[in-house]
């Protein structure tokens, strides 16, 4: 069946440094992503739409030069978070909607946890 | 504005006590309604989508309905491995998701 996988599902980074987070859709193409954050005992948070060969769009208070999305296949968008800090540790989760002609269904990957000290 | 309610917020039950788990929504142009199961650090684990009113769908111990304004999430005889977080989540014409803010069900052995 179709099935989103994250990667890594957990990174540690040095304060400063940047970490790149893999979405990838198996067994079906993925024309958008979604990328969420979570913080404990708390809702998803979307922070930004990914759409194959186009600009992400972006939630209102996500900083866009921090979060860098690319988008650059059907299977596989990426979450770049760049000059990390502490405060940007959480639990990262993308998903992506699964298109057939009964409708639409989103999966999600199993979340990469980031942490930065 | 598009919207969704989940209630309760928490809920606990005894092994075996049946209950119901509702999502209110208000969206433009429903596409979709999405049950996702979600336990502690993990990505949320899909259940069920419904796309129109009066739809039913049911697996294992749950089952799921749909009206124009609502969606019930039914456990019948739950058992202590059903506690986790139920997510519900609406899909609007602009393909945005929309998630409530999720039930913790804890079931007592």
């Known amino acids: 069946g179709a099935v989103v996988s994250q990667h890594p599902s957990w990174v540690i980074c040095k304060s400063g440094t940047s970490v790149k987070i893999e979405c990838r859709s198996l067994?079906?193409?993925?024309?958008?992503m979604f990328w969420y954050r979570q913080f404990p005992k708390q809702s998803l948070m979307l922070m930004a739409t990914?759409?194959?060969?186009?600009?992400?769009?972006?939630e209102q208070g996500v900083e866009k030069d921090k979060f860098l999305i690319n988008h650059a296949s059907l299977t596989l968008s990426t979450l770049t978070v760049t000059s990390a800090h502490p405060e940007d540790s959480s639990f990262y989760i993308c998903?992506?909607?699964?298109?057939?002609?009964?409708?639409?269904?989103?999966?999600f990957g199993e979340g990469s946890w980031l942490t930065v000290v | 504005e598009d919207q969704v309610t989940q209630s309760p917020e928490a809920l606990r039950l005894q092994e075996g006590e049946s209950s119901s788990l509702n999502c209110s929504y208000t969206v433009s142009g429903l596409r979709g309604l999405f049950w996702y199961r979600q336990d502690p650090g993990k990505g949320p684990e899909f259940l069920f989508t419904?796309?129109?009113a009066g739809e039913e769908k049911e697996k294992e111990r749950l089952k799921a309905t749909l009206t124009k304004k609502e969606s019930f999430l039914h456990i019948t005889a739950p058992k202590p491995e059903d506690s986790a977080t139920y997510l519900c989540a609406v899909q609007a014409w602009d393909d945005k998701i929309i998630f409530g803010k999720g039930t913790r069900l804890h079931i007592l052995p």
């Open positions: 998903s992506a909607i699964f298109r057939s002609l009964s409708g639409n269904t989103i999966y």
């Open positions: 067994d079906f193409q993925a024309t958008t």
């Open positions: 419904l796309y129109s």
């Open positions: 990914s759409n194959e060969g186009s600009k992400a769009t972006y």
